[in-house]
Structure formats: structure tokens, C-alpha cells
């Protein structure tokens, strides 16, 4: 089974930047896009960006491109999130996420998620 733990969450004023790093287990062997989603209070859980094995990106959203990014290392299993220009809507509990890289599968989708790691928190202050 696999495991995702992240790390690197914390607090922010606007316009700085965090860097997110999630340390993934053996499953990653297999194809799978790896990737982060987020959740606010009030606010269902959103896809940010996620990555292939041969290294294929998808932003979930265009208020991401161009602020983060998504490095992924498959020699050590471990798939990051820089973040740049961080606004206050960007506060939120970000996850690092497993899906299957397979067809017709959407990367952004909660329900396309295979594996969850257990979130870590951003906040960006005004």
C-alpha cells in the first residue's frame, strides 16, 4: 500500500514563496501521476498541478501557472510544490496525491485519487 507524507507547510505574507516536498513509498514503481490538491475551510477539495512518471504536467487551474511549480524525482520517490507569489486565497491544507496514470483518468479530480498523504497547512497572511 502506498504512503505519501508531506512536509514544509507554514505561514507566508503575501507575495513570499513556500516549497512543499512529499516523500512517496514504493508504489510509485508503477505509473502514477503524483500530484498536490488543496482544501480551504468552506471550500471542496481542489486539484493544484500533478505530474507523470515521464514527466507530463497538468495545473489544475491558470491561477497556478506561472506561480508554481511541480519537480518530481523518481529516483528518490519524492514530488515537490514551489510556490511563488503566494496570495491570501492560496491559504489552505495542501495534500500530496497518488492517482493511476491511466486513460480517461483526470488528475485534477479528487475521485481520481488513488493515495493521500495527511496535508500540511499554508497560510498566507495580507
Known amino acids: 500500500q502506498g504512503q505519501l507524507l508531506e512536509s514544509g507547510g507554514g505561514s507566508v505574507q503575501a507575495g513570499g514563496s513556500l516549497r512543499l516536498s512529499c516523500a512517496a513509498s514504493?508504489?510509485?514503481?508503477?505509473?502514477?501521476?503524483m500530484g498536490w490538491f488543496r482544501e480551504a475551510p468552506g471550500k471542496e477539495r481542489e486539484g493544484v498541478a500533478a505530474?507523470?512518471?515521464?514527466?507530463?504536467?497538468?495545473y489544475c487551474s491558470d491561477s497556478m501557472k506561472g506561480r508554481f511549480s511541480i519537480p518530481r524525482d523518481n529516483v528518490k520517490y519524492t514530488l515537490d510544490l514551489q510556490m511563488n507569489s503566494l496570495k491570501p486565497e492560496d491559504s489552505a491544507m495542501y495534500y500530496c496525491?497518488?492517482?493511476?496514470?491511466?486513460?480517461?483518468?483526470?488528475?485534477?479530480?479528487?475521485?481520481?485519487?488513488?493515495?493521500w498523504g495527511q496535508g500540511t497547512q499554508v497560510t498566507v497572511s495580507t
Open positions: 514504493a508504489f510509485t514503481r508503477r505509473p502514477y501521476y
Open positions: 496525491a497518488a492517482v493511476r496514470d491511466e486513460v480517461g483518468v483526470d488528475p485534477c479530480l479528487p475521485s481520481s485519487v488513488a493515495y
Open positions: 505530474i507523470n512518471t515521464p514527466g507530463g504536467i497538468v
